[in-house]
């Protein structure tokens, strides 16, 4: 009997996990993704809830654990750096408060997901989707570099702007609407010893009212 065949463009977290567990299911799987090696670009991640489930379910969790990030969760301190209030990350529960009991580096989280998957699933790395047909028998991809091939299934798992979802419904411009907001995450040196906290410093705002300012662990 044949195996379905499935094609998942996306590498990041959501690819090699899927990919994981359809194969674990009898699944021939192909994983296409456009960097040339598995991205190690992101920030902290936390592990919560039906996600700490499916970890602990692949026999991943003992592996995330030991890359935990050490934060051990967020406090708010005063001018002199005293801190007035915490909120542990198991303050309620495993899975609940700003900070989950256990966080990760993105970057980390990939290669586990990635290694855990790799000997099993194809890889097609520094490649893409170019052109994708329905046809009554299945998927006909063709990919920037690999050629065309035949698909049962294609899944998009390849971020906020997927190249896949452009081609399955049309220009992103046509579904997308700006709300004019922005947020930027990026790494800085750390310069003051925080001891594994978000630390938060309330301070007073232009109009008087308050303005939380936050310090990175």
Known sequence: MKKTSVL???????GPALAYWLRRYGFSVTVVERAPEPRTGGQAIDIRGAGREAAKRMGLLDQIRAAHTGVHGMAFINEAGRHMSRMPSDLLGHSGGVVAEIEILRRDLVQ???????????????????????????????????????????????????????LAFGSEADFVRDLGYYTAIFTAPRRVDLDGWFVFHPAAGADGGSLPRARQR
């Open 8 to 14: 998942i463009s996306g590498a990041s977290i959501a």
């Open 112 to 166: 586990i997901l990635y290694q855990a998957s790799r000997d099993a699933v194809e890889y097609l790395f520094a490649d893409s989707i170019a052109e994708m047909a329905e046809h009554n028998d299945g998927m006909l991809v063709t990919f920037e570099r690999a050629g065309t091939r035949k698909f049962d299934i294609v899944v998009g798992a390849d971020g906020l702007h997927s190249r896949v979802r452009a």
